[in-house]
Structures are given as structure tokens and as C-alpha cells.
């Protein structure tokens, strides 16, 4: 299942941005989540994740300025993005974890990867 990522759009630096991803219930209530992101030239790196009771951990370079939330009612994860930085720069994709290690941010996201959403951050 492709899971599509929503929200994304042009901000300046320091501003703010909430993404959203819906997931089948089969899915979203069965396994964590989690945030990725891919910055023109560069790999596609974990961003942030959520287990399913709502554990969560983020990247260092996004600590304290990213959020990771999910609501369970809605089938739907959330990042919620201050103090934007023009680093943060990306498309940024949502998909479910066949395996997470909270601790060490570290996991295994499902083979198919949706249709992401950009996030453009300008100075």
C-alpha cells in the first residue's frame, strides 16, 4: 500500500509546517510509523517515528523542532514542523515500519513508498 503524504509547501526559515499522512486501519493499527524525507543529491533519511502505544523519537538534526504524533481515531500520522531551516529542504514521505527500534532510530519501512509532499524552506 502507498501511503500519501500531505501539507508540504513554500515557507520561509523559521517558519512552520504540519504534515499529514492517512493509513488503512489494517495497517496504521498494526504497525509504528514513521517520517522520511530526500534532499535533492542526497539518500533518503528517517526523520522521525511513532510506535503504535506512541512512543517516539526524532532525528538529531530536527530535535527539538519536529513533532511526531499520531491519531488513532483518524488512522493518521502527523509531523508537525517548527523553526524551519533551509536544510530541511525535501520531499518528504510517510510509511509504515515492518520493524522499529525506537532507541536507536532504527527500522524497516514497508517496499512501497507513496507519492511524498515538498517542503520548500527560503531565506
Known amino acids: 500500500v502507498q501511503l500519501q503524504a500531505s501539507g508540504g509547501g513554500l515557507v520561509q526559515s523559521g517558519g512552520s509546517l504540519r504534515l499529514s499522512c492517512a493509513a488503512p486501519a489494517r495497517i496504521f493499527s498494526s504497525v509504528g510509523m514513521g517520517w522520511y524525507r530526500q534532499a535533492p543529491g542526497k539518500q533518503r533519511e528517517l526523520v522521525a517515528v511513532i510506535t503504535l502505544g506512541g512512543m517516539t523519537n526524532v532525528a538529531d538534526s530536527v530535535q527539538g523542532r519536529f513533532t511526531i504524533s499520531r491519531d488513532n481515531a483518524r488512522n493518521t500520522v502527523y509531523l508537525q514542523m517548527n523553526n524551519l531551516e533551509l536544510e530541511d529542504t525535501a520531499v518528504y514521505y510517510c510509511?509504515?515500519?515492518?520493524?522499529?527500534?525506537?532507541?536507536?532510530?532504527?527500522?524497516?519501512?514497508?517496499?512501497?513508498w507513496g507519492r511524498g509532499t515538498l517542503v520548500t524552506v527560503s531565506s
Open positions: 510509511n509504515g515500519m515492518k520493524r522499529l527500534y525506537i532507541g536507536t532510530m532504527r527500522g524497516s519501512p514497508f517496499d512501497a
